[in-house]
């Protein structure tokens, strides 16, 4: 049978992970394409969409953004959610930790200076997860999103992405040149980079700016609001 990747199959595997590695949960390091991505940008108002058990909020936090972080595990939250009171309040009180499906919830529009997005699975169309997580970036905001590839184009074998679909480069480049077309969306970063480790193929990293003034394409349609 297919597995499918929904919140029973995050909220199991976080239950596992929290329960059988807390000081890795804890202590682990932000990602890397986010650090070198955004690392120079100025803080503001960031959305962590798929945010796991935080490392990279936390990072953003700590680093003077005011973060949303958003997943559908509440224990991952949780996991955030201690991790930063450990951090201290200046950290903590920088990030909402938010309960929701990403399936269906759409960010304000053009609310955050910086949108990101790691390796999180796409239950519906690429295009259209793509395209509403852009519509939430300010003007001259930053979205960045970060794929796992099922396969190793190396070699051919899967990754442990593999049956899942996440951002490629394609498909998200496809979307933002959509919105481009209609108001000025600059991509700055689409490429695939090798993963350290053995087998585990390439990311999709996707750096985009969007347009310095307000658009009309700041308005979801109805279908991409949270129901
Ligand atoms: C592979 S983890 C990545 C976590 C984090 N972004 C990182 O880079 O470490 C994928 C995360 O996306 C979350 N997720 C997957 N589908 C989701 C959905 N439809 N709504 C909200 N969260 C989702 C999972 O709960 C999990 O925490």
Redesign the pocket.
Known sequence: MEQA???DF??R??DQVVREHPEVVAT?PP?GH?TSEVGELEPGRAL?????????ALWLAAGGWRVDA????PT?LQAGRSAGLELGADVADRIAWIE??????SPPPQHYDLVA???????GSVAEFVTRLARGVAPGGTLLL?G?RPIDPETGADTPAAGQVQVSVGEAVQAIRALEAAGGWRIDVAEERRRAGEGSGVDAVIRAVAPDRPSAQAEPSPAFHTT
């Open positions: 990747f929904d919140r995050w909220e595997r976080w682990r990602n986010l962590d969409a798929g945010c796991g058990h935080g490392g990279e958003v997943d559908f595990s991952a929701a499906d990403l399936g269906r919830w997005c790691l390796y999180v699975h796409i239950a970060v796992h």
